[in-house]
């Protein structure tokens, strides 16, 4: 598993594609439409494109892809 550090209120969007875990926003896009995104720790979908990042966060990106994402 991947371990990000970011400041808070950054897109997620931007930290993904920033540290080349997604190739571009468009990838992006299309996970959240598809729901390929999901939050576990939460335990929910990733449903909003825009969303920032507030708390640290544990994401599952496709099928494969797992990244966990800690606020400085």
């Known amino acids: ?26 990838e992006w896009r299309r996970l959240v439409l598809g729901q390929g995104a999901h939050d576990l720790d939460k335990n929910t979908n990733i449903t909003d494109q825009n969303i920032k990042i507030t708390e640290n966060l544990t994401l599952k990106i496709g099928k494969k892809r797992f990244v966990k994402i800690t606020t400085k």
């Open 1 to 26: 598993m991947e371990e990000i550090k970011c400041s808070t209120g950054e897109l997620l969007s931007e930290v993904l594609v920033k540290n080349k875990i997604l190739l571009s926003k468009s």
